[in-house]
């Protein structure tokens, strides 16, 4: 049980990583064309 729920937080863990990285790209992509109109 105790290696299950390691298991689980570990997953957890990644999603959360993952889901950071998703928004810096979104962040850097909606950066891009605010920067071509300066």
């Known amino acids: ?3 299950y729920l390691e ?3 570990q997953e957890q863990e ?3 990583v993952e ?3 998703v928004d ?3 962040n850097s992509i ?3 064309p605010l920067d ?3």
């Open 24 to 26: 810096e790209v979104a």
């Open 19 to 21: 889901q950071a990285s």
């Open 7 to 9: 298991n689980l937080a």
């Open 14 to 16: 990644d999603v959360v």
């Open 36 to 38: 071509a109109f300066k």
């Open 1 to 3: 049980m105790q290696r």
């Open 30 to 32: 909606l950066s891009c």
